[in-house]
């Protein structure tokens, strides 16, 4: 070994020890014939001190060293001089009196700050991950990662899981993105599918008999680029056999319970147990099926009451099948009418008209862009329902429920952090079920699978499916917190005549059926046992533990917003004869 021992382990204990350490230079400080080195590896920084006059070789070599140089080091470690420890080092009461340097290996200026937490251009840092990864929050930010998965790892383990890797050159996997698709060079025009996830796979291992099973799976799906998104993913891929989905749901709330007060300690889980809605409950209480629920701001419905008020704005809409909701921004109320004007600019980019609003001064003055229209009464009862007090500010908006639901689910967030009331060192987990089967495809004329295809029904709506498919539920759970979704999963079905019957209620040709899935449907000939699943997100749950804005800080190597690999330049066009191999002709 280059090291008897690590940068970050030296403590008072360790004085009087001779120590050979290795690693890089993080900062230096010249003064005079003395120079203080921070030297840094992955496990901490130590002081280390040249003096030209006890040890002048080590000292000459040391001169031209620079920040990001790696050497080696040996010396005597001492206790620091009075009043001149560090509190805030781990190793701060000590360094190490330098005897013999060398140097491993010289390092040109870094494009940017490894000692300093300072923002860079993100694509800089991509280009420069290597060096990214040196700096503190990346790296407590992967080793976060490393213990969640650990933790995953051990708590399933314990409880008869078995991780099993399944292919990553499949067939298509639909989880409604595209895939992406690798040419076989064997067969001629002919393609592998990369699993957007192990789904079928999955439940082929309960067919299988494996009965618990997991993977820290990979995931590829072509889709458009955001900031919770990536060309490629992990999941907790997870399945069980013989199980409701009471049985998955409460595994997964302990696990992440559990995980919570291992891993990250200084945060708190909002509610145990975690609180259910159902899909209904939280769109009309938050607006969107994967809430952030740390605080109130609710929205609530006025339809009932403005429906025939007088005011022909909200009339006309409530006659053309849209309702009317809004919010109370709590202290709000003094929001200047260029306030105001913004928040309408908010809800207009996600499809409203406009914002209708009340704005009620500390000292009960009223503004509002509408209140004029109504009569006192129905005034009243809008006020009451929204349960507004001087100082508050209540906003509505009036259209398709859609939109009026995309709409303030979008103000509800931005208010709640303009008004600070999103606590990052609390988690919000929450499960989301009873969500409808099936959701009307309008543009394809067709019925798609609210979850996937594999997705059982609730067995007591199984008749709906031929009278009423959209009013039917399935037996879905979706794992949210803080506003994110972060896992979904169901109870499947297992039995062939069912998976055809839902085949055929989507659409899909029973032909096609056969090629994609005959497999499946010969497997659930064979005996396959009752079964149920989840895949909460990995990276998207290491994103929010770190408070993190997006997922590509908690992956090594993340792809760009353009999908692009930018550190090695991927992807990158081939050689021709790569291509002809392929039996692939560019069409450029
Ligand atoms: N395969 C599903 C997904 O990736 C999860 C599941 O149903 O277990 O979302």
């Known amino acids: ?124 840092r991509l280009h420069y991950r290597y060096l990214d990864l040196r700096r503190d929050k990346m790296r407590q930010n992967l080793e976060l990662r490393h213990r ?7 708590y399933l383990d ?37 699993p957007q996830s192990p789904q079928q796979l999955k439940q082929m291992l309960m067919v299988g008999g494996i009965e618990r099973y997991f993977q820290i799976a990979r995931c590829f799906r072509d889709e458009d680029q955001r900031g919770d998104r990536q060309p490629e993913f992990t999941q907790l891929d997870l399945e069980m ?20 007060a291992e891993v990250v300690p200084h945060k708190r889980v909002l509610a145990k147990p975690w609180p259910r809605l159902t899909y209904l409950e939280a ?9 952030d629920i740390r605080f109130g701001l609710e929205l609530k419905d006025i339809t009932d009451l403005v429906a025939a008020s007088g005011f022909k704005v909200f009339e006309s809409v409530v006659a053309n099948g849209g309702f009317v909701r809004g919010l109370n921004a709590k202290g709000l109320g003094e929001y200047s009418r260029a306030q105001i004007d913004e928040l309408a600019e908010v809800v207009k980019k996600y499809g409203a008209k406009g914002l209708a609003y009340l704005a009620i ?46 709409a303030l689910s979008r103000l509800r967030v931005l208010l709640g952090e303009r008004l600070g009331l999103a606590d990052a060192d609390v988690l919000g987990f929450c499960w989301v079920v009873d969500f409808p089967f099936v959701n009307w495809n309008p543009e394809e004329n067709r019925w798609d699978p609210s979850h996937h295809l594999f997705t059982a029904p609730m067995p007591e709506d199984l008749p709906l499916l031929d009278l009423n498919p959209g009013k039917a539920r399935g037996q879905q759970y979706d794992l949210v917190l803080n506003n994110y979704e972060v896992g979904g999963g169901s109870i499947r079905i297992h039995d062939r005549q069912l998976q055809e019957r839902v085949f055929k209620l989507i659409g899909l040709d029973p032909e096609v059926a056969r ?33 993190e804005p997006n997922i590509r800080e908690v992956i090594a190597f993340p792809k760009n917003q353009m999908a692009r690999d930018v550190m090695a330049d991927a992807p990158s066009q081939v050689e021709a004869v790569q291509l002809k191999e392929l039996h692939i002709k560019l069409d450029q």
């Open 1 to 124: 070994m280059y090291k008897t021992h690590t940068c970050g382990e030296l403590r008072r204990a360790h004085v009087g020890k001779t120590v050979t350490l290795a690693g890089w230079v993080h900062r230096r400080r010249d003064h005079g014939g003395v120079t203080f080195i921070d030297l840094r590896d992955r496990f901490g920084l130590v002081q280390i001190v040249t003096n030209s006059a006890t040890a002048p070789m080590a000292h000459q070599a040391i001169e031209d060293v620079r920040v990001e140089w790696v050497i080696q080091v040996v010396g005597e470690v001492n206790p620091r001089p009075e009043g001149a420890a560090n509190q805030n080092l781990s190793t701060g009461e000590i360094e190490v009196d330098v005897r013999e340097v060398k140097v491993l290996n010289s390092a040109k200026t870094p494009p940017f700050y490894i000692n300093k937490d300072e923002d860079v251009d993100e694509n800089t």
């Open 148 to 154: 969640v998965v650990k933790f995953i790892r051990d």
């Open 158 to 194: 314990e409880r008869g899981f078995i991780e099993v890797e399944t292919p990553i050159l499949f067939k298509t996997t639909p989880e409604g993105a595209r895939d992406y698709l690798v040419p076989s060079r064997v067969h001629p025009g002919q393609f592998y599918a990369l």
């Open 241 to 260: 056999s013989f199980v409701e989905r009471e049985d998955v749901m409460s595994l997964i709330e302990e696990m992440f319970t559990k995980m919570v």
């Open 283 to 291: 769109m009309s209480r938050f607006g969107k099926d994967n809430p």
């Open 361 to 406: 001064s500390t000292n009960n003055d009223q503004r509002s862009s509408f209140s004029k229209f109504l009569t006192a009464e129905t005034l009243q009862a809008v006020m009451e329902r929204l349960e507004a007090e001087p100082g508050d500010l209540l906003l509505f908006v009036a259209d398709q429920p859609a939109t009026v639901f995309e």
């Open 515 to 547: 090629q994609r899935f005959g497999h499946m449907l010969e497997a659930f000939e064979y005996g396959t046992p009752p079964h149920g699943g989840i895949a909460p997100g990995i990276d998207r749950i290491c994103m929010i533990l770190a408070n």
